[in-house]
């Protein structure tokens, strides 16, 4: 069996990389970060080593010892631990960050895709172990948007993709066509909840891909966590990228969404 090195963040989207990658015949390794990986993928995956997520040398170390040539992200890493403190890292990576022009996710990323590289690591699209978890095209839950919500929508995809082009985050909330939040280094929940507030109640959540995505990583992903901020908050449209965002467990997404009242919406960018 061909091994795959799976370097896991948080979050359910590495349990099911492993799954796909495991059904598809291959052996996976997974490289866990500590204090953010989920314990719980130890038992989806063949094998698990646990590393700091500021031990750039390690993880590579990792993966030559245990025969690695293929590898996959999958799952996220906010980018605030790097400023809470979280990150102590080693020279390797210290390096790295030095090199680059700026800190966006984009570029720390890409830094190190270039590393593995180096290290005839090759590393491959998320999506190839999503093809069954990408969002489809159309309104799929019983509540569907409504004339204005289209606006909104139209409205604010294109600022969605403004600051996708400018490496800022994915996610904007949207009430009235007018922005109550944009992404930031806080993450998707954290926007909605911020801008939910300030909307009070009707917000439309807009989740993109960047117009420049990169598929080996940061592919936007939502799950149920993503309905539970909306409905803390009283917002009423998420709005996905169809065939360029990975859905989480459809069935149980979809019947959490009615049970709340939301409109989840597939969303091509033909349309906007």
Request: aromatic share 4%.
């Amino acid at each position: 069996m061909k091994k795959l090195g799976l370097i896991a963040g948080a979050g359910e989207l590495p349990f099911a990389v492993a799954a796909e990658a495991r059904a598809g015949g291959r052996t996976v390794l997974a490289i866990g970060l500590e204090s953010i990986t989920d314990p719980a993928l130890a038992a989806s995956v063949d094998e698990i080593r646990w590393i700091n997520i500021g031990k750039l040398g390690a993880l590579i170390d990792t993966l030559h010892k245990a025969g690695i040539t293929e590898a996959v992200f999958a799952g996220k890493v906010h980018k605030s631990v790097i400023y809470k403190g979280k990150v102590v890292p080693d020279v390797r990576l210290v390096r790295l960050l030095f090199s680059l022009n700026n800190k966006s996710d984009d570029s720390i990323m890409l830094g190190i895709t270039h590393e593995l590289e180096r290290e005839g690591i090759l590393l491959l699209n998320t999506t190839d172990f999503t093809t069954r978890l990408m969002a489809p095209e159309g309104v799929m839950t019983k509540r569907k948007p409504s004339k204005d919500d289209y606006k909104d929508i139209a409205f604010g995809w294109r600022i969605a993709k403004e600051i996708g082009r400018l490496d800022i985050g994915q996610t904007v909330i949207i009430k009235k066509q007018a922005v109550m939040a944009i992404e930031a280094i806080e993450g998707t929940d954290e926007a909605i909840k911020r801008g939910g507030k300030l909307a009070v109640d009707g917000a439309v959540v807009i989740k993109i891909s960047k117009p420049q995505q990169d598929m080996r990583f940061d592919v936007p992903v939502v799950g149920t966590e993503t309905l539970r901020s909306m409905a803390a908050v009283r917002a009423k449209v998420l709005v996905i990228e169809a065939a360029r965002s990975i859905l989480l467990n459809r069935n149980e997404f979809v019947q959490e969404a009615n049970r709340a009242g939301l409109a989840v919406i597939g969303y091509r960018e033909t349309e906007a």
